[in-house]
């Protein structure tokens, strides 16, 4: 058996086409975490969630308990918290490639069980390091995102 001459297309009948982009405009649903970041946005404040049976605290919230699954109920949170480990951030993407360098670090904000990563604002990068007592601040524009807030030194 022969095999099959491929059959090119006759240029008159192939779609034309070009590079282009597409730009879209969407609405991003925090779902059950909403709260958290409505606090943010419209009270500058910071919301945990704490499991009613265990009582263990998460911040970042979690609708439900990670150790019994039950749901969690919202309690504010302190804004000043201890840096547990960190890191110095070199290389960054194009939104933030204009601060670096700059620390990332987890932080456990009082009265959380849980940690939370972020941005710590320091005069001097080598100024990092755990057990640092930090504090948030929020950005006087905020649109309700994590970017919205950052940590100092106590």
Known sequence: ??????KEPRPDVVPFEIPDRIEMNYRYSYGGIS?????????AKLLGSRCARC???YLPPRINCSQCYRPTKWVPLGNEGTV??????????????SK???VCAYIRVDGA???????IILDEVTQARPGIRVRALFR???KGEMADFYFVPV
């Open 35 to 43: 709260p958290f970041f409505r606090a943010i946005k419209e009270e």
């Open 140 to 142: 006087p524009e905020r």
């Open 100 to 102: 670096t360098p700059f």
């Open 113 to 119: 069980d849980t940690l939370l990563l972020q941005n």
């Open 1 to 6: 058996m022969m095999a099959r001459k491929k």
């Open 55 to 57: 009582k263990k605290t």
């Open 84 to 97: 547990i480990t960190c890191t110095t951030v070199y290389y960054a993407t194009s939104r933030f490639f």
